[in-house]
């Protein structure tokens, strides 16, 4: 070769190098093929691990191990339809494959194509009953289906296979959390922190259940400890900030709730429950401040609720202009006679013309249902006091 071209003789020598390599794999037996092919899988070599196994394949084209690692490469390299064939015929050759059902179910599970991975769910059941994680899975995927009864039948049936893992009491705790069902999740989480009292995932659900259920003593020594073992997230930090807020602990929310901010700055609701800590310190400004920024950063969900807040906030300080902008932006965004009550009250202190005060009291009185019997008395009895001086005042002024 020391006449060719440097191009050229690149090229001869790859054209020798693959005539030597081809001839190579024929004279390999499968499972040094597979070998080759596992390694080349362990390099992220797709292509290369393919053609491994399909040169074995060739060899051996009922072999069941071969055809699933043939799959996960075919799948690792992006070719789905490739990848699904191997399986389907790995299922073929041996109907009573545990491993290839599973990864088959996986699969379809993968390809949002939920009714065949039930199906195949089921089947792999039948053929093995006796693997935790096969049950956890196919619970997992009846529950996002909405179908309940099985997911909670495939969870119970994986913890008594594992009653030492915690990933099954973890699971059914949520779906019965998720469901208000809080006595079979609480019996499932007491379980879980039996085995593990210090681990993360059990006790964020103690501590999720415990505030869903306004017990926000025992929801802020849960996430309290979550946080000390340096574990909390951002959900945690929500939950744990509100709940020392309703427990009257103030100062700790304001710096739980700050530091989520810290975290994740696009949250509105974090300084909506600042502004109602400092409420209740009596800071009016600063709470003026975070209702403002809940109302700058929230999209939709909380807008009204927000506003209807600051505008009651700055009605407190005897701000009632502002206080009304406020109100009646809220009470557009969600009407709610409530709204129109304290509409009415800013109405009927800040304008010398009480019809607009008239108006929002009866308008509130109209629309409620509420049991607050105070505020339903004073707005009818004021309305009926307007009404009259307003009467009067049309008589002296001669205008009827």
Not at 7 to 33: E, N
Not at 76 to 81: D, I, K, L, R, W
Not at 139 to 167: C, F, H, T, V
Not at 190 to 206: E, F, K, P, T, W
Request: glycine share 4%; aromatic share 12%; with cysteine.
């Amino acid at each position: 070769m020391k006449n060719l071209t440097p191009a050229f003789k690149g090229i001869a020598l790859a054209f020798a190098l693959l005539l030597a390599t081809s001839g190579l794999w024929a004279s390999l037996p499968v499972d040094s093929l597979r070998q080759k092919m596992n390694e080349a899988l362990a390099k992220y070599q797709f292509e290369e691990a393919i053609d491994f196994g399909n040169a074995a394949l060739a060899l051996d084209s009922c072999n069941v191990g071969l055809l699933l690692q043939l799959g996960d490469a075919h799948r690792a390299s992006g070719q789905g339809e490739l990848a699904l064939s191997c399986f389907i015929q790995a299922v073929a050759v041996d109907s009573l494959n545990a491993p290839a059902h599973f990864k088959l179910a996986r699969y379809y599970e993968n390809r949002r194509d939920f009714a065949e991975a039930l199906a195949t769910y089921k089947r792999l059941f039948e053929i093995d009953d006796s693997r935790a994680y096969f049950y956890r899975y196919g619970a997992s995927l009846a529950a996002k289906m909405g179908i309940l009864y099985d997911a909670i039948q495939w969870n119970l049936r994986s913890i008594e296979l594992d009653p030492k893992s915690l990933a099954a009491y973890h699971a059914l705790a949520e779906l019965w959390i998720e469901m208000r069902g809080f006595y079979p999740a609480d019996t499932l989480i007491a379980a879980a922190l039996a085995l593990d009292s210090n681990d993360v995932r059990s006790l964020y659900l103690a501590g999720k259940s415990a505030y869903l259920q306004q017990d926000y003593m025992d929801a802020v020594k849960r996430f309290r400890k979550l946080f000390d073992l340096k574990q909390g997230s951002a959900q945690a930090a929500r939950y744990h900030g509100i709940s020392l807020y309703h427990i009257k602990q103030y100062t700790e929310a304001l710096e739980v709730l700050q530091e989520l901010i810290a975290e994740a700055s696009e949250l509105d609701f974090p300084h909506y429950y600042r502004a109602l800590c400092y409420q209740a310190l009596d800071d009016p400004l600063k709470a003026e401040a975070e209702f403002k920024a809940a109302i700058a950063k929230v999209k939709v969900k909380n807008l009204a609720l927000y506003h209807e807040s600051l505008g009651i906030h700055l009605q407190s300080q005897s701000r009632d202009g502002d206080a009304i902008a406020h109100l009646r932006l809220a009470q557009q965004l969600d009407p709610d006679p409530e709204k129109l009550y304290h509409i009415a009250l800013s109405y009927d202190r800040w304008y010398a013309d009480k019809n607009m005060a008239i108006s929002a009291y009866e308008s509130y009185l109209h629309q409620t249902d509420s049991s607050v019997y105070e505020r339903v008395d004073y707005a009818s009895k004021r309305s009926n006091l307007l009404r009259r001086e307003a009467h009067f005042s049309e008589k002296e002024d001669g205008s009827k």
